[in-house]
């Protein structure tokens, strides 16, 4: 059974700074890809960063630069630091990782930036 299981989210001021991990329970180097997604109320759940299995990264247009996805393979984590957050940045963000053509889910955290 592959889970993934986010933690870390919660309530942090604007310019403030908060860090995701994503546990899996199988090793990460099962997947081709990981990554993180966000949903934000009354919006449609969007790609906010990639790593692949060889390291290359990816990220969303809209945290460029203030955002690094990463892993710690010996911990099978995956992590997704953010700094300078926003209060467009609140949303419930999601683990996601795709074996061969498979995808899996996480149950998601909660992040929101106050003002």
Same mark, same amino acid.
């Given at each position: ?7 870390? /989210?919660?309530?942090? !001021? +604007?310019? &403030?700074?908060? %860090?995701?991990?994503? =546990? ?5 180097? #099962?997947? @081709?890809?990981? /990554?993180?997604?966000? !949903? +934000?109320? &009354?919006?449609? %759940?969007?790609?906010? =960063? ?5 390291? #290359?990264? @990816? ?11 990463? %892993? ?44």
């Amino acid at each position: 059974q592959v889970q993934l299981v986010e933690s870390g /989210g919660g309530l942090v !001021q +604007a310019g &403030g700074s908060l %860090r995701l991990s994503c =546990a899996a329970s199988v090793s990460i180097f #099962s997947f @081709n890809v990981m /990554g993180w997604y966000r !949903q +934000a109320p &009354g919006k449609q %759940r969007e790609l906010v =960063a990639f790593i692949t299995i060889g390291g #290359s990264t @990816n990220y969303a247009e809209a945290v460029k630069g203030r955002f690094t996805i990463s %892993r710690d393979n010996a911990k099978d984590t995956l992590y997704l630091q953010m700094n300078s957050l926003k209060s467009e940045d609140t949303a419930v963000y999601y683990c996601n990782a795709f074996m061969r053509s498979l995808g899996y889910w996480g149950q998601g955290t909660q992040v929101t930036v106050s003002s």
